[in-house]
């Protein structure tokens, strides 16, 4: 494990803003390559003056959004004819299907945006945006939305807190803990505007 975190940072350090493109569309796919040691590293040679801190954004940012096509596009070509016609042997009915179409046709982009800040989620909420053949333009704005500001925040963290690994570790939590209290926020004021409508 250490070996593959150190191949992750030295990627970072040596191919620049090409290795954040590459492992942030890793990232976005099903591998596990974890962003926090991809971005923080990142703003921590921003602050050293070794990399531009909006370019490390821009280069997450259209990373994640290459990866989070390439399981939209699997999804919607691959996945959704092989569950219509073998889905019953998985346990996914064909309601389940027009469920989640309609789960998407009304509440897509919300779910996008906010899925891409929640870890564990972020990479897979593609997968079911492609099932139900959400608009590509709105899927590609939500997943630049939500990943970029996602990018931001890790990002900050790096560029803030410096070289310090302490500090990097105790702030790491708190900045997750914030993320997912700002989704939830997020979802209860997307709620409440449903029920009003």
């Not at 490390?56 to 990866?67: D, E, H, N």
């Not at 998407?104 to 139900?132: C, E, W």
């Amino acid at each position: 494990m250490h070996e593959f975190i150190d191949w992750i940072i030295a990627t970072v350090h040596d191919w620049g803003y090409t290795g954040i493109f590459i492992l942030m569309a890793l990232e976005s796919t099903v591998l596990p390559v974890p962003s926090e040691l991809v971005l923080i590293p990142a703003g921590y040679l921003a602050h050293q003056g070794e990399m531009h801190f909006w370019l490390i954004v821009l280069a997450s940012t259209v990373g994640s959004l290459v990866g989070a096509s390439f399981n939209y596009v699997v999804a919607l070509w691959l996945g959704r004819p092989f569950l219509e016609r073998w889905g019953r042997w998985f346990f996914v009915r064909p309601e389940l299907l027009h469920k989640t179409d309609r789960f998407f046709d009304r509440h897509g982009a919300v779910s996008t945006f906010t899925g891409r800040l929640i870890p564990g989620i972020r990479h897979l909420i593609s997968i079911p945006a492609g099932l139900a053949r959400m608009n590509l333009a709105t899927f590609s704005f939500y997943t630049c939305l939500g990943a970029g500001l996602w990018s931001i925040v890790l990002t900050l963290l790096g560029y803030l807190l410096g070289g310090n690994e302490a500090l990097l570790r105790e702030y790491q939590h708190h900045i997750t803990v914030g993320v997912l209290v700002f989704v939830a926020l997020v979802i209860g004021g997307y709620v409440w505007w449903q029920r009003r409508k």
